[in-house]
């Protein structure tokens, strides 16, 4: 196997398609176009010279591409690339990157830069009209606001020191996405070879909290008599959770999973309290907020004025976020395993508490919650639900894009497991398809199951998601919760005019009421199953029936179709 550097000649796509090798790539997730000749052109000559470099997985569109990096990501912490056109396939990538910037994922994006020269003054030079039109003023700019950092390769001899120090940026907490162009003519540069510096590059190690304020949360939790613990995405580190499920037992103090990103918390542990923190907060006394960009909303309800709120986050006070607060008796930077193991540690001289006091209440809640899930004549989001939980098993990844349907699904669909339920961690939609490809490269003996709404499925380019999941061997369950429109905006309008006009004659132009056959999409594009029910009685036959197709190697879409939210017909 030869290396880089005992190529005689290389360009500066040589050493960067190195580069991403070195810093420990699989996969650079592409939508190639011609500021990618030699790019192209490197990857041609290692599959010849045998030498590896990351798997070019082809995308028919960028946000798919940026989702299924994501995806990867969240599940093995490890990033990917992402390799896209200018400033055209920049703007393709959409809401993608708020997703994965938002949920603190790292993801590699490089994107060509139009030529600087036209009239063939260097190797690379501009040689279509295209090359004219999709020179802009400011690139990088498309995408300021939503990375962690941006750079252009200016000079092939220090392409490498880009990639490191982006991906070093992308790893260290808060991780988030990064974006690197280059031009063609840089690209093109003859460079020397050099040898991988990665190793001095790593990531920032984070750390815990002051003793002294450890010791502080431990006396206020010892002394606590209505504790409550709030977290949104601790499970993004499988370790953390350990060690959250050891302290909240030693002190007793009931967790809620607030717009949960990962499984934070066994929901089949008595002490889990469910998703909704407002009633619990309303009398608390002591309050841990625990990554959590949103422990809860404050128009609906705030803690008491005599509670002690400890607010601890990679990013406690939300850098990118221009209005936010959260008022806290103390915030911490602090990374949430390390605190929570010392947490552990400096409360091991104390008795533990009586766990058991929350057995009533955890049974009168999951009680109330079985009873949402009963058969009718029409399909509900909790019948729905609890028919995909016994076609699951505990280590199946679940993905959850259905937003209005979410804390149905947190409820009757009990992950127990680290890294087996995931969302978005942001608001973009249509970044579940991508996202289940992601998942199911990183680890393919996993099934992999997809659950979304309809207009998520169509935000989510299932043409594309479905080419992809047939042409790279990554097959997976999707089922469609068909509401026939999008209920958020519905929900949202009702929040605020209750008994406004819009209710009153069924107008608020967010129905699909001409129905798309969704499933067909998928079974057009990439050959998967295709299966659309409306029968409750025959919903477990027909997701057990989609289970065997994807464990057999192909890919399923189920489009249930559930009440219509809204029957306007006149525009």
């Known amino acids: 196997m030869k290396t880089a550097q005992e190529v005689k000649t290389m360009t500066t796509g040589d050493a960067f398609m190195e580069a991403l090798h070195e810093v420990g790539m699989s996969y650079v997730f592409c939508n190639l176009g011609s500021d990618h000749p030699s790019i192209i052109e490197a990857l041609a000559k290692a599959k010849q010279e045998g030498r590896t470099l990351p798997k070019a997985i082809i995308c028919p569109h960028e946000s798919v591409a940026m989702a299924a990096a994501q995806g990867y990501a ?11 056109h200018t400033d055209v396939g920049t703007q393709n990538l959409g809401g993608a990157v708020h997703n994965a910037f938002r949920a603190r994922v790292p993801v590699f994006i490089f994107a060509g830069e139009t030529p600087y020269t036209m009239e063939g003054e260097l190797p690379g030079s501009r040689n279509s009209y295209v090359n004219y039109l999709q020179n802009v003023y400011d690139q990088r700019g498309i995408v300021r606001s939503y990375v962690k950092w941006e750079g252009d390769i200016r000079t092939g001899k220090n392409v490498k020191q ?10 260290s907490a808060p991780a988030g996405p990064v974006y690197l162009t280059g031009a063609r003519e840089v690209l093109e540069e003859a460079v020397t070879p050099r040898e991988s510096e990665w190793a001095q590059w790593q990531a920032i190690a984070q750390g815990a909290l002051p003793q002294r304020e450890a010791e502080h949360i431990v006396e206020a939790l010892a002394s606590a008599k209505r504790p409550v613990l709030v977290t949104s995405y601790v499970g993004k580190n499988p370790q953390a959770v ?8 030693q002190f007793a103090v009931p967790v809620v999973e ?15 309290a469910g998703f909704d923190p407002h009633t619990l907060i309303a009398d608390a006394d002591v309050i841990i907020a625990l990554d959590t960009d949103v422990p809860w909303v404050v128009t609906q309800q705030k803690p008491q004025d005599d509670c002690r709120v400890f607010f601890i986050d990679v990013d406690p006070v939300k850098e990118h976020i221009p209005l936010w607060h959260i008022a806290a008796t103390k915030t911490y930077r602090a990374d949430a395993e390390e605190v929570l193991q010392q947490l552990v540690q400096c409360s091991k001289h104390l ?21 949402e899930a009963k058969r009718g004549d029409i399909i509900t989001p909790e019948w729905l639900t609890h028919c995909i939980a016994q076609v699951v098993d505990e280590d199946t990844i679940v993905l959850d894009e259905t937003i209005t349907s979410t804390m149905t699904v947190c409820k009757h669909l009990p992950r127990t497991k680290p890294r087996t339920y995931f969302t978005s961690g942001a608001t973009s939609l249509g970044w579940n398809g991508g996202a289940a490809i992601g998942m199911k490269l990183a680890h393919p003996e ?8 309809d207009g998520t499925y169509l935000f989510s380019e299932p043409a594309a998601v479905h ?5 790279y061997d990554a097959p997976f369950l999707t089922v469609i919760y068909n509401n026939e429109g999008w209920n958020a905006t519905k929900m949202n309008l009702l929040k605020r005019y209750p008994d406004g006009v819009a209710k009153q004659t069924d107008s608020y132009w967010v129905n699909f009421d001409q129905s798309a056959d969704l499933a067909k999409i998928a079974e057009a594009a990439g050959g998967a199953f295709a299966l659309t029910v409306s029968d409750p009685a025959q919903l477990v036959d027909a997701l057990q ?6 464990k057999e190697g192909r890919s399923a879409v189920v489009d249930v179709r559930l009440a219509a939210i809204s029957q306007q017909t006149s525009y």
């Open 74 to 84: 969240m599940l093995t912490d490890e990033a990917q690339g992402v390799i896209i």
């Open 162 to 171: 880009l990639v490191y120090r982006a991906m070093q940026l992308a790893t």
């Open 242 to 249: 350990e060690a959250l499920i050891q302290l909240c037992e």
């Open 258 to 272: 607030h717009i949960p990103t990962y499984m934070n918390f066994p929901r089949d542990h008595v002490l889990h």
């Open 351 to 371: 008795p533990p508490s009586n766990v058991a006091q929350w057995q009533e209440r955890y049974d009168a809640q999951r009680t109330q919650w079985a009873q």
């Open 446 to 453: 996993k099934t992999v199951v997809s659950l979304t709404g």
């Open 467 to 471: 080419w992809m999941a047939r042409r």
């Open 545 to 550: 029936q989609a289970m065997d197709c994807v």
